[in-house]
């Protein structure tokens, strides 16, 4: 039988059902998602001293120049310039400023003893660090001589009126995540009190029935197939360090009307729902078709790895998002997609750090077509070493690694080439 003649195969059409939309890429995915995350309304006034880590909810305005007049920045002697030839370098000192205190005008051929903070007397326009000086009598401080041992340079260790910030500019904008440093330069302008974004309330639940707590089971007694239940554990901990109030919901059955029931009630008083587990293609995976009979699910797997069974969707007013069970998986969506997401409902501007450029110092052979976040850590040469096992459920490679290499998909890694490197510190913060 000839091959024209060979009679055509026949061509199995897939069912609906088994047809399945490709993975969206993480940039288009995460775009969809920051495009839903409308700021919370409201807001709260809050003390100085408990904004750490919120967000401000308005442009804060100096009313004055900080610092408020020219001082010094050392101890030492304030002096003219124009004195210190003519005077051979030896100077009357008949004045002492102290740090909360004023001189008056400096005399010809006289020095001002002051001190790190002091303002700066009318006429000097030097301060000579007093390491550089040599006391020619001590025994009377107001009268006494200081030897200048050298030249001083016009405007040397003088802090100017208003160069840190000038009275009527925004020292701080609105969307700012508020950092240690940020606090202080707000209380530096007068503010004890700071408008912030309300809080996101979250309510979180794991879904297993292989998932048991610390404490409740013994090593010893652990049952075949059961695992304790480390996801429960940092996804509380990185929503409370994004400033989230957390509702901790525990473990959820793996039955579809428990989980439905778990997601109304949650729906009810939150802004969010968190879950891990349950978001699989598999028989026991009901977190789908849950959302589902409640509302809608708008986004189902992203192509990256790991972390592919990422879930986002919405039950009434309540955002949901399904992270992996896997515990790495459910890491890194957190810190690629979730983060962000809080942070934007908060009116945060700056949502995700930048890649850096960092020396590979490791070999990776196995190009994936879906975009890879391997764990690696900075070594003493400023390379990155790779984590030996990149499985999605050793989440010793978190704690290992100091950060996520970001691969493309398709791409190799050979040893000395520049990979895109997110640090965990830009990520955990």
Same mark, same amino acid.
């Given at each position: 039988m000839s091959l024209a003649s060979a009679p055509t195969p026949a061509r199995t059409v897939p069912a609906p059902s088994m047809?399945?939309? !490709?993975?969206? *890429?993480?940039?288009?995915?995460?775009?969809?998602?920051?495009?839903?995350? /409308?700021?919370?309304?409201?807001?709260?006034?809050?003390?100085?001293?408990? /904004?750490?880590?919120?967000?401000?909810?308005?442009?804060?305005?100096?009313?004055?120049?900080?610092?408020?007049?020219?001082? #010094?920045?050392?101890?030492?002697?304030?002096?003219?310039?124009?004195?210190?030839?003519?005077?051979?370098?030896?100077? &009357?000192?008949?004045?002492?400023?102290?740090?909360? =205190?004023?001189?008056?005008?400096? %005399?010809?051929?006289? %020095?001002?003893?002051? $001190?790190?903070?002091?303002?700066? *007397? *009318?006429?000097?326009?030097?301060?000579?660090?007093?390491?550089?000086?040599?006391?020619?009598?001590?025994?009377?401080?107001?009268?006494s001589g200081v030897r200048i041992q050298s030249q001083p340079r016009l405007g040397q260790w003088i802090r100017r009126r208003g160069e840190d910030v000038a009275a009527g500019a925004v020292v701080l904008h609105q969307g700012t995540r508020l950092s240690p440093a940020a606090l202080g330069l707000a209380?530096?302008?007068?503010?004890?009190?700071? &408008?912030?974004?309300?809080?996101?309330?979250?309510?979180?639940? #794991?879904?297993?029935?292989?998932?048991v707590m610390p404490g409740d089971v013994l090593p010893s007694d652990m049952k075949p197939g059961a695992v304790y239940n480390s996801n429960r554990f940092f996804l509380k901990a990185l929503l409370q360090r994004l400033g989230c109030s957390v509702t901790d919901l525990g473990i959820v059955p793996d039955r579809l009307d428990a989980t439905v029931a778990a997601l109304q009630g949650a729906s009810q008083s939150h802004d969010l729902i968190l879950t891990s587990g349950g978001v699989s293609v598999g028989e026991e995976d009901h977190i789908k078709p849950a959302v589902q009979a409640l509302g809608a699910l708008d986004l189902w797997q992203i192509a990256i790895k790991p972390g592919k069974p990422f879930a986002y969707g919405h039950i009434g007013a309540a955002h949901f998002m399904g992270l992996p069970g896997n515990p790495v998986s459910s890491f890194v969506t957190f810190l690629l997609l979730?983060? !962000?997401?809080?942070?934007?409902?908060?009116?945060?501007?700056?949502?995700?750090?930048? #890649?850096?450029?960092?020396?590979?110092?490791?070999?990776?052979?196995?190009?994936?077509?879906?975009?890879? $976040?391997?764990?690696?850590? &900075?070594? /003493?040469?400023?390379?990155?070493?790779?984590?030996?096992? &990149? =499985? =999605?459920?050793?989440?010793? =490679?978190?704690?290992?690694?100091?950060?996520?290499?970001?691969? !493309? *998909?398709?791409?190799?890694? %050979?040893?000395?080439?520049?990979?895109?490197?997110?640090?965990?510190?830009?990520?955990? #913060?």
């Open positions: 047809l399945r939309a !490709p993975l969206k *890429p993480l940039d288009l995915a995460l775009a969809e998602l920051l495009a839903r995350a /409308a700021p919370l309304p409201g807001g709260e006034l809050v003390s100085t001293f408990d /904004a750490d880590g919120r967000v401000l909810a308005q442009d804060l305005v100096s009313s004055l120049d900080v610092p408020a007049h020219d001082n #010094s920045s050392m101890d030492g002697y304030a002096v003219r310039c124009a004195d210190w030839a003519s005077a051979a370098g030896v100077l &009357q000192v008949n004045q002492r400023i102290p740090a909360g =205190s004023s001189g008056h005008a400096l %005399a010809a051929a006289s %020095a001002a003893r002051i $001190f790190t903070g002091a303002p700066i *007397p *009318p006429g000097a326009d030097a301060v000579v660090m007093q390491e550089d000086c040599e006391a020619v009598s001590a025994d009377d401080p107001l009268h209380a530096s302008i007068g503010f004890d009190k700071l &408008q912030v974004a309300r809080r996101p309330r979250v309510a979180l639940f #794991s879904t297993g029935d292989e998932l979730v983060r !962000p997401f809080l942070l934007k409902l908060q009116g945060a501007t700056a949502l995700a750090p930048e #890649s850096i450029a960092v020396r590979a110092d490791f070999d990776w052979a196995r190009a994936d077509k879906r975009r890879e $976040f391997l764990r690696v850590k &900075q070594n /003493a040469t400023g390379g990155l070493e790779l984590f030996g096992n &990149q =499985s =999605s459920g050793v989440l010793t =490679s978190a704690v290992w690694g100091d950060g996520l290499v970001d691969n !493309p *998909p398709g791409q190799t890694i %050979a040893r000395g080439d520049m990979v895109r490197f997110i640090p965990f510190s830009a990520l955990l #913060s």
